[in-house]
T-cell receptor, first 113, second 116 residues
Framework: GNSVTQMEGPVTLSEEAFLTINCTYTATGYPSLFWYVQYPGEGLQLLLKATKADDKGSNKGFEATYRKETTSFHLEKGSVQVSDSAVYFCALMHSGGYQKVTFGTGTKLQVIP | EPEVTQTPSHQVTQMGQEVILRCVPISNHLYFYWYRQILGQKVEFLVSFYNNEISEKSEIFDDQFSVERPDGSNFTLKIRSTKLEDSAMYFC??????????????FGPGTRLTVL
């Protein structure tokens, strides 16, 4: 079946540091890949996505590239801010039909001033 | 921008009571979902719903759970007799018909259910 593996958290960074959160997946075929973000006390928000190999999703300074050869979708940001403190979930979904989203365990990011 | 809404934001109930969690999906979406997140754990799929019937359900979604789309806008999750282990954040999601860039599930803000 489908699965998503994320690096264990929490990750603590100083403001303006470089961020990488690793994500790898196991799936048949060609799923779409997503990063969702959950700010404290809030719901899940779509951060970015990529629907095919070599696509790069980007939003709010975050980027992730769909790497089929390494089955990875690592999240990166060049300079984090305190406001980026949240839990980040890597996820996949197969295209079409009523397909469900499969989530990773989430990685908590804390950015300190 | 259209968004998925959920009510209530927090529900407290006694063990054994019935609860109904409500969701209003984005208006032109056709696929609807419920997920749950037990505190500190991953988000888990419960059920998907399309064309007025359940498309897929997980092993979590046993006979105590049911879903309904009673009218053209609401989508509800009912738990018939709540247990302590049902305490979780419940997320509703919806998705439009289509593939590629439109193939994304949009999540509501969640309902935190606390069973005492």
């Amino acid at each position: 079946g489908n699965s998503v593996t994320q690096m264990e958290g929490p990750v603590t960074l100083s403001e303006e540091a470089f961020l990488t959160i690793n994500c790898t997946y196991t799936a048949t075929g060609y799923p779409s890949l997503f990063w969702y973000v959950q700010y404290p006390g809030e719901g899940l928000q779509l951060l970015l996505k990529a629907t095919k190999a070599d696509d790069k999703g980007s939003n709010k300074g975050f980027e992730a590239t769909y790497r089929k050869e390494t089955t990875s979708f690592h999240l990166e940001k060049g300079s984090v801010q305190v406001s980026d403190s949240a839990v980040y979930f890597c996820a996949l979904m197969h295209s079409g039909g009523y397909q469900k989203v499969t989530f990773g365990t989430g990685t908590k990011l804390q950015v300190i001033p | 921008e259209p968004e998925v809404t959920q009510t209530p934001s927090h529900q407290v109930t006694q063990m054994g009571q019935e609860v109904i969690l409500r969701c209003v999906p984005i208006s032109n979406h056709l696929y609807f979902y419920w997920y749950r997140q037990i505190l500190g754990q991953k988000v888990e799929f419960l059920v998907s719903f399309y064309n007025n019937e359940i498309s897929e359900k997980s092993e979590i979604f046993d006979d105590q759970f049911s879903v309904e789309r009673p009218d053209g806008s609401n989508f509800t999750l009912k738990i018939r007799s709540t247990k302590l282990e049902d305490s979780a954040m419940y997320f509703c999601a919806s998705r439009p018909l289509g593939r590629g860039d439109t193939d994304t599930q949009y999540f509501g803000p969640g309902t935190r259910l606390t069973v005492l």
